[in-house]
């Protein structure tokens, strides 16, 4: 295989394998009880919370204290979260996607190497 071709090709496959990384996660229910939501939320994570009076709120996470979070403007007390999630990588989603692109790249490097000569008269 030419290699500019293969070169193209490796900047492909770790341009896909970043984005893969960066992409791959999924949101983890947290617990309920006011001392877990203290103990597991921390600054800088992605939370969605859902609130006693119906309201959905996402934000990433710049302050937690003993009663409440905030984030992005938004300020929720943990007395009034009904349901807490957490964005957390999805290793397993992860994995799969890297093999894939993985096996992708190794399929298109075989099968790019016919010589592609003709008959000779």
């Given at each position: 295989m030419?290699?500019?071709?293969q070169?193209?090709?490796?900047?492909?496959?770790?341009?896909?394998?970043?984005?893969?990384?960066?992409?791959?996660?999924?949101?983890?229910?947290?617990?309920?009880?006011?001392?877990?939501?203290?103990?597991?939320?921390?600054?800088?994570?992605?939370?969605?919370?859902?609130?006693?009076?119906?309201?959905?709120?996402?934000?990433k996470?710049?302050?937690?204290?003993?009663?409440?979070?905030?984030?992005?403007?938004?300020?929720?007390?943990?007395?009034?979260?009904?349901?807490?999630?957490?964005?957390?990588?999805?290793?397993?989603?992860?994995v799969a996607?890297?093999?894939?692109?993985?096996?992708?790249?190794?399929?298109?490097?075989?099968?790019?190497?016919?010589?592609?000569?003709?008959?000779?008269?």
């Open positions: 030419n290699s500019k071709i070169c193209g090709l490796r900047n492909l496959i770790t341009l896909l394998t970043v984005l893969s990384l960066a992409a791959c996660t999924t949101l983890q229910t947290v617990p309920a009880g006011q001392n877990t939501y203290a103990n597991t939320v921390m600054r800088g994570d992605q939370v969605r919370v859902t609130t006693r009076d119906g309201r959905v709120h996402q934000f996470v710049n302050d937690v204290t003993a009663n409440e979070f905030s984030g992005d403007g938004q300020t929720v007390t943990f007395a009034d979260v009904t349901q807490l999630e957490k964005r957390q990588p999805a290793t397993g989603k992860t996607l890297i093999a894939i692109i993985v096996g992708l790249g190794v399929a298109a490097a075989a099968g790019g190497g016919g010589s592609g000569g003709g008959g000779g008269y």
